[in-house]
C-alpha cells in the first residue's frame, strides 16, 4: 500500500486529498492508496510521498516549527517524493524573494521563488493551460493562481550568485539535489511556473482547487507508484 501524505498544517490541504481520492477511483486495482493528513512526525514517517498544500508560507513554516516538524520534514525531503503548490512551492524553494521574517524554507529544490509575484492586479487568476508537453493529452487545463509566487532562478545548485533584492530568505539545508531543474511550463510572459528537480515537484498554481483530477492522476503515475 502506497501512503500519500498531505502536510495539513494550514491551507489547502482537504481539497489535495478529496482530488487524490477521485483520482485514484478506477484503473489502480493493483495498488491500495491511502491518502494521509500529516501533522506529526510519527504520520509523517508513514509516507511514501508527500504534499505541501497552498496557504501562507510564512504561517506554515512557523508551525511547523513550533510542533516540532521542521526538522523532520528537513530530512523527509532529502530522499523521498514531494510537491509543493504554492505556498508549498515557496516552503520546499532554496531562496525565497519578498520572504517574510522568521520564515523558514526547506531548501528541497535548486530554485528560487519569488513571493506574490503577479501584483495586485493580477493578485488571483484562472486561465487554461496547456500542460500536454509534459502530462498526455492535458491540453487544456483550468489552472487557478492566488497570490501565487514563480520561479525565478533554476540553478541555485552552481555557485552561488550576488543578487541584489530585499527580504531575501536562504534555507541552510547542506545537502545536494541529484540533476538539473527542468521547466515544466512558462507562461506566455516568460514566468516560470511548473519545475521538476528528480522526484520533487513545485508549481505556482492550485491543481486542487479546479474539478480537474489528471494532474492529481498525472503527480501518482509519475512520482509514487
Ligand atoms: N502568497 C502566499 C505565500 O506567500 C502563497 C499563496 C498561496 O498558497 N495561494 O505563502
Redesign the pocket.
Known amino acids: 500500500k502506497k501512503i500519500v501524505g498531505v502536510l495539513a498544517l494550514q ?2 490541504f482537504i481539497e489535495h486529498i478529496q482530488h487524490f481520492s477521485r483520482a485514484t477511483e478506477n484503473g489502480y486495482s493493483k495498488y491500495q492508496f491511502e491518502f494521509l493528513e500529516v501533522r506529526t512526525e510519527e504520520e509523517l514517517a508513514q509516507c511514501d510521498a508527500l504534499v505541501i ?8 513554516s512557523l508551525i511547523a516549527e513550533s510542533t516540532g516538524l521542521l526538522e523532520p520534514l528537513q530530512e523527509f525531503v532529502r530522499t523521498k517524493p514531494v510537491w509543493g ?7 520546499i524553494s532554496k531562496r525565497v524573494e ?1 520572504g ?1 521574517e522568521g520564515q523558514r524554507i526547506l531548501g528541497a529544490m535548486d530554485i528560487q521563488v519569488k ?2 509575484a503577479f501584483g495586485r492586479q493580477l493578485d ?1 487568476f484562472v486561465t487554461d493551460l496547456d500542460f500536454s508537453a509534459f502530462i498526455p493529452n492535458l491540453t487544456k487545463f483550468p489552472t487557478v ?5 514563480v520561479v525565478t532562478d533554476i540553478s541555485l545548485s552552481k555557485a552561488p550568485h550576488s543578487y541584489d533584492v530585499d527580504s531575501i530568505i536562504e534555507s541552510s539545508n547542506s545537502y545536494v539535489n541529484t540533476g538539473p531543474v527542468e521547466v515544466l511550463h512558462k507562461l506566455e510572459n516568460g514566468l516560470v511556473v511548473a519545475v521538476r528537480q528528480g522526484n520533487k515537484l513545485g508549481t505556482s498554481f ?1 491543481p486542487e482547487l479546479s474539478d480537474n483530477y489528471s494532474f492529481h492522476k498525472w503527480f501518482i503515475d509519475e512520482f509514487v507508484i
Open positions: 491551507g489547502a498544500p497552498g496557504g501562507e508560507s510564512t504561517s506554515m503548490t504554492c505556498a508549498g512551492l515557496i516552503f519578498n517574510k513571493r506574490n488571483s493562481f492566488i497570490r501565487a509566487p492550485h
